[in-house]
Each structure stands twice: as structure tokens, then as C-alpha cells.
């Protein structure tokens, strides 16, 4: 199993200033990773996929990057609606695994 | 628009099989994968599995033992089966449309709690 380790757990930022969240894998995924932000009481939502595709009707403040066992979720300006868990998930190796989460939270 | 609607019995006791059903409406069946995910209380995410159309199924090995996904196409349906729970199935479980590029649709999730 592809174990995915994000950092950091817990990410403290303002709203506009940039945040930058990583995600490990423990092997090799090529580019088949894909991140998502969850709400609170909500079900996430898929942002990015194949590491630095954005999702229909994600907004340009949100890229990633990366390939192999490395990977950067960037978003350029938070919005309020931007302080959420984020999960990064690789579809390399069956099982489809989730990274643990970074919590984007208010300073 | 894809919409996901699932149900299913949201209080269980050890050792019973949980049950959950989820709709899709509009779209294509076809083409897609059918999961399920589940999320413990305060946790992360967990894929349980998922299903095709033609009932081709994979499931995580972590509950392979336990877990049944089936599907009715007729009626554009999934379900999950997982049997023996314990309290550590305690969890929201979402139904989910799987694409090659990622989970595009989710259903609104169901807290499965589990007593002893």
C-alpha cells in the first residue's frame, strides 16, 4: 500500500497570503495524484487531479505541482472559503489511498 | 448534473452488516467507477471500494473480507455491505463517482455509528 504523508499537519496563514502544502508518497506515483479540499460538515471536493490539472470549476489560485513521490499544492491567495482540511490521494496503486490531511486554519 | 443520494440505517450494534444504497441521477452510468469512502469522526479518509457497470469490483484489502459492492444498473444504484462491524467502522461513509482524473461527485455522506 502507497502511504501518503502530508505536511504540515496544521498550516496557520491570513486571508491573501499564499499557502503552500505538501504530500509524500512512499513510492513512485507518476503524476497520478490529486488533492481536495473538505469543508466542515461537507464532502471534499476535487480541485486538482493528475498532480497539476485543476478540476472543472476550480479557480486559477489553486495549481499543483510535482511528479514521483513528491508533490505541492499551491493556492496563491487564500479566500475565506479557502480554510479547510486539504487531502492529497494517489490512483497509482490499487488500494486508492488518502494522505492524513493539512489543516489550513486562520492566524 | 450528477447528483448522489444515499441512505441506509445509521445506528448499528457489534457485529451486525452495515447497508447503504446510493442513487445516482443524471449523467451516464457507464464509464465510471462507483465507491465508497468512509471518514471516522475527526479522522481521514479511508477507500473502501468501488464497482464499474458491469459489476467488476475492487475492494481494499484492509476490509476485502468483510465488504460487498453491488450494483444495479437497471435502476442506477450501488450499494455497500460490510459485515461483523465493530466500533472502529464508526464513520461518515460518502458514495462517490470515481473518474480517471479523480472523485468528481460525492453524495452527502452518512454517519454509521456503531454501539456495543
Known amino acids: 500500500e502507497i502511504v501518503l504523508t502530508q505536511s504540515p499537519a496544521t498550516l496557520s496563514l491570513s486571508p491573501g497570503e499564499r499557502a503552500t502544502l505538501s504530500c509524500r508518497a512512499s513510492?513512485?506515483?507518476?503524476?497520478?495524484l490529486a488533492w481536495y479540499r473538505q469543508k466542515p460538515g461537507q464532502a471534499p471536493r476535487l480541485l486538482i487531479y493528475?498532480?497539476?490539472n485543476r478540476a472543472t470549476g476550480i479557480p486559477a489560485r489553486f495549481s499543483g505541482s510535482g511528479s514521483g513521490t513528491d508533490f505541492t499544492l499551491t493556492i496563491s491567495s487564500l479566500e475565506p472559503e479557502d480554510f479547510a482540511v486539504y487531502y492529497c490521494?494517489?490512483?497509482?496503486?490499487?488500494?486508492?489511498?488518502f494522505g492524513g490531511g493539512t489543516k489550513v486554519e486562520i492566524k | 448534473q450528477v447528483q448522489l443520494q444515499q441512505w441506509g440505517a445509521g445506528l448499528l450494534k457489534s457485529s451486525e452488516t452495515l447497508s447503504l444504497t446510493c442513487a445516482v441521477y443524471?449523467?451516464?452510468?457507464?464509464?465510471?467507477?462507483w465507491g465508497w469512502i468512509r471518514q471516522p469522526p475527526g479522522k481521514g479518509l479511508e477507500w473502501i471500494g468501488d464497482?464499474?457497470?458491469?459489476?467488476?469490483?475492487n475492494y481494499n484489502p484492509s476490509l476485502k473480507s468483510r465488504v460487498t459492492i453491488s450494483v444495479d444498473t437497471s435502476k442506477t444504484q450501488f450499494s455497500l455491505k460490510l459485515s461483523s462491524v465493530t466500533a472502529a467502522d464508526t464513520a461518515v461513509y460518502y458514495c462517490?463517482?470515481?473518474?480517471?482524473?479523480?472523485?468528481?461527485?460525492w453524495g452527502q455522506g452518512t454517519l454509521v455509528t456503531v454501539s456495543s
Open positions: 462517490a463517482r470515481s473518474r480517471v482524473s479523480g472523485v468528481d461527485n
Open positions: 443524471g449523467g451516464s452510468f457507464s464509464g465510471y467507477f
Open positions: 464497482i464499474d457497470h458491469t459489476g467488476t469490483a
Open positions: 513510492q513512485s506515483v507518476s503524476r497520478y
Open positions: 493528475d498532480a497539476s
Open positions: 490521494q494517489q490512483r497509482s496503486n490499487w488500494p486508492l489511498t
